[in-house]
């Protein structure tokens, strides 16, 4: 029997479904689940991106627990809050620090390659959405359509993403709409 392939959208955490803390032009994740917040016109854009049959699935490096400067528990409990709040299919967290070793820290496709397995996705008709390089760099990597957020931060600029956005919400219309026209960089 033919089983059909599913669609996703793969999502960046922290400066695309919840905002970043940026501190000189850099972006860092909350510290704590009551520092987590969610910027308005993300819900609306998920739900969009799910009722349109979209899977929806965070990837994430989360270095900071290996680095020591943040607990696994922290970050599970706001995971456990993304997923209660938001419509999200599934979070897969790389905790490692970029290495050699590691498949899954972004730019490494590794979390993109496991969810294709586990959900039974067709990257070529999926996208990554997010805000740094290593994402771009990640989709790119796995054969997805990218769609970086540019919020201008004062760190290395990913490598041709097909298409520049302000915002999850445009990364959705755009999406949505089926105008993946490549924009000039």
């Known amino acids: ?29 909350p510290a704590c689940l009551e520092n ?10 998920l739900t969009a991106l799910r009722s349109a049959g979209f899977l ?30 938001l419509p999200l299919d599934d979070i897969k967290t790389c905790y490692g620090v970029d290495s050699e070793s590691c498949d899954c820290y972004k730019p490494r496709p590794g979390m993109l390659l ?4 586990q959900y039974n996705i067709d990257l070529g008709h999926s996208f990554m959405v997010g805000d740094r390089w290593r994402d771009v760099g990640a989709g790119k990597a796995a054969g ?11 760190e290395q600029r990913p490598e041709l ?19 993946l026209e490549k924009v000039p960089k």
Do not use: C, W
């Not at 033919?2 to 972006?27: M, Q, S, T």
């Not at 915002?167 to 709409?177: Q, W």
């Open 1 to 29: 029997m033919f089983e059909l392939r599913r669609r996703a959208v793969f999502l960046d955490r922290d400066g695309v479904i919840n905002k970043a803390v940026v501190r000189n032009g850099k972006p860092y994740p």
């Open 36 to 45: 987590l917040e969610i910027p308005s016109g993300v819900p609306e854009a």
């Open 56 to 85: 929806l699935i965070v990837v994430t490096n989360q270095p900071d627990v290996a680095r020591g400067s943040q607990t696994r528990e922290v970050v599970e409990a706001m995971h456990a809050h993304l997923l209660a709040t």
């Open 114 to 117: 496991e969810a294709q397995k």
């Open 144 to 154: 997805t359509f990218t769609i970086f957020i540019d919020y201008g931060y004062q």
């Open 161 to 179: 993403p097909d298409i520049i956005v302000a915002s999850l919400a445009e990364a959705a219309r755009v999406i949505l709409t089926g105008n």
